[in-house]
């Protein structure tokens, strides 16, 4: 005697040929955070690369205040910008959601700082002021002592601003080799400027080193004014944020505009993949109850 045993629904699965989120939106996020994690890993070569030249990683006591070091800022802002960029990158090209939740959080914090700073640097200005000169001091004081602040600091008064000293060029009477009592031990530069305090000459191409020598000192027989910027770098970096004001306020819109729009990227993407996987439950459903009504 034959039974005959009903037979089971098949369920049919079917692979899917397209991506469970839009590839535009997966791609631009992609594309956007190899940029920043590259950019990220140059800065962070940058500052190894500066403080393994001053042998500071077998001896970390040459940095005199390490928070004004720029070798070590450009490391604390090259991990920073690193880690951002791997788990935005990643993320999006793995569609990674823990990744991504990451990722938005990491902005967030870093959207939250900059917004916060700002509101209190508007707040504080006075005591940024005060912050700022303190650390202009230090930079002067250790001019000679650490290659990097002594590029940093010639390249604001040369380059950025065309200034001398933090009120003016009697400042430097605070590092050891400027000040004019040194000239008792044999320092050339005694009652001098460094050479980034000097104005531009026309058409120079060999700068000169020892242009600040003597200017401070009494009864000097040219000119001051005609040689060195006389300007403080206090008043001119005042003076440059009046000038620029509208290219400040775009920047920090654009700032503003990009940390929007990845957020928008981000709950897109989110939300893409949440419908994709809901319709694919719908049609397995859909595909299942078929084939139990066709058998």
């Known amino acids: 005697m034959t039974v005959n045993v009903p037979s089971m629904p098949t369920v049919r699965k079917y692979r899917r040929e397209s991506t469970e989120v839009s590839s535009c939106l997966k791609y631009m996020i ?16 940058i500052g190894v690369w500066a403080w393994s030249e001053k042998d500071i990683f077998n001896n970390l006591g040459k940095v005199a205040n390490v928070a004004l070091d720029p070798a070590f800022v450009l490391i604390c802002i ?8 791997f788990t935005g990158c990643v993320g999006a090209l793995r569609e990674n959601t823990c990744l991504l939740a ?6 967030s914090v870093l959207l939250l700082f900059e917004m916060t700073a700002g ?3 508007f707040i504080f200005k006075d005591w940024i002021k005060s912050q700022a000169t303190i650390g202009f001091q230090t930079f002067i004081i250790h001019y000679r002592e650490d290659p990097d602040q002594q590029n940093l600091i010639d390249w604001i008064q040369e380059d950025w601003l065309q200034c001398c000293g933090i009120e003016g060029p009697k400042d430097w009477d605070r590092n050891n080799y400027f000040n004019c009592s040194s000239k008792d031990v044999g320092s050339r ?6 050479f980034s305090c000097c104005k531009r000459k026309p058409n120079e191409i060999i700068k000169n080193k020892q242009c600040g020598y003597d200017v ?4 000097f027989s040219f000119d001051v004014s005609k040689i060195i910027n006389e300007q403080g770098c206090l008043e001119a970096i005042e003076d440059w944020t009046e000038k620029n004001m509208i290219s400040i306020a775009s920047c920090i819109f654009v700032v503003l505009f990009c940390h929007v729009s990845v957020f928008l990227f981000i709950s897109n993407f989110h939300f893409f993949k949440e419908l ?4 694919l439950k719908y049609i397995f459903i859909i595909i299942n109850h078929k084939n139990i009504l066709t058998n």
């Open 119 to 121: 509101i209190l640097g």
């Open 216 to 219: 401070r000192k009494p009864g």
């Open 78 to 85: 090259g991990t920073v910008t690193f880690v951002i960029g």
């Open 30 to 45: 992609f594309g956007f955070n190899v940029l920043f994690w590259l950019l990220g890993l140059g800065i962070l070569t």
């Open 276 to 279: 994709d996987n809901h319709a």
């Open 102 to 107: 990451t990722y938005a959080i990491f902005l």
């Open 189 to 194: 530069e005694a009652c001098g400027v460094p």
